[in-house]
């Protein structure tokens, strides 16, 4: 696949026309990007008609987490929207990731939409080994738990997970090949790292097995967005090992 396929711009706007600003900014060059949360909320399910208007691929990234026939219904949804890759959390249990992928194949069928790819959340980046076990009561290490979550993923027949760029590693060990890995946390040597902590290079994420590189702040605060995501694209494929 084309390094340039593989890397998907967060639009964390408040406002549709920045989102749709920078999508024209990046024609040709990026053709995947986030929606979030916060777009979302503000601009509502219409931003996703408008951004597939300019023929781009979209990851709905609402993390979903609720009781199983709540997140099929969501995920129905998604897939009548014609999002190409959304996700749920994996601690949702594996009972409402086989009632989501199943109402997902569902609706595929009736309706003929393209299967968007499902993805798991197995630990938030944001979370240390301490929070986890002491706030969330999760007994594990920090490891074994991203790794017995994209296992039981896995099983129920996801097709990948969301993880920091510092779990490639072990998920690469232990995981099929053809299980996709989605790595926010991305950081080029020459951009900010803002709030991330566990940070890789572009080159470097690629390089130990990432299929998709999520980024945001170093190509959407740029100067020039474009000249940004143009250096992301070259350092990614200085690190191509996998295509
Ligand atoms: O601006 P930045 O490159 O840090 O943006 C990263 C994007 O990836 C944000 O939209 C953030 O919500 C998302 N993300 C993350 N860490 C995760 C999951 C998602 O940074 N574990």
Redesign the pocket.
């Known amino acids: 696949m084309d390094m340039r396929e593989r890397l998907i711009i967060?639009l964390?706007f408040s406002r549709a026309d920045e989102a749709l600003a920078l999508v024209d900014e990046l024609k040709d060059l990026v053709s995947f990007y986030?929606v979030?949360m916060q777009l979302f909320n503000a601009e509502g399910p219409g931003i996703i008609e408008r951004l597939r208007k300019k023929g781009v691929k979209i990851f709905l990234?609402l993390k979903y987490h609720d009781i199983p026939n709540t997140v099929a219904g969501a995920a129905e949804v998604a897939v009548r929207q014609g999002v190409e890759m959304f996700n749920l959390h994996l601690s949702g249990g594996r009972k409402m990731v086989e009632t989501t992928l199943a109402r997902v194949n569902k609706t595929v069928e009736e309706t003929a939409m393209p299967r968007p790819l499902l993805l798991g959340?197995t630990v938030?980046?944001?979370l240390d080994e301490k929070t986890l076990q002491e706030e969330i009561g999760i007994r594990r290490s920090l490891k074994e738990q991203v790794l017995y979550l994209a296992k039981m993923g896995e099983a129920a027949g996801l097709d990948g997970v969301?993880a920091?760029p510092q779990e490639l590693g072990l998920l690469r060990r232990s995981l099929g090949e053809s299980f996709l890995i989605v790595t926010?946390?991305?950081?080029p040597s020459w951009a900010a790292p803002?709030e991330?902590k566990r940070i890789t290079t572009p080159e470097e994420a690629i390089q130990k097995g990432s299929d998709y590189l999520?980024?945001?702040?170093?190509v959407?605060k740029n100067a020039s967005p474009r000249e940004a995501a143009k250096k992301i694209i070259t350092e990614m494929n200085g690190g191509n090992n996998r295509c």
């Open positions: 967060a964390d986030k979030g990234d959340v938030l980046t944001s969301v920091s926010p946390g991305v950081r803002n991330q999520v980024v945001g702040r170093p959407t």
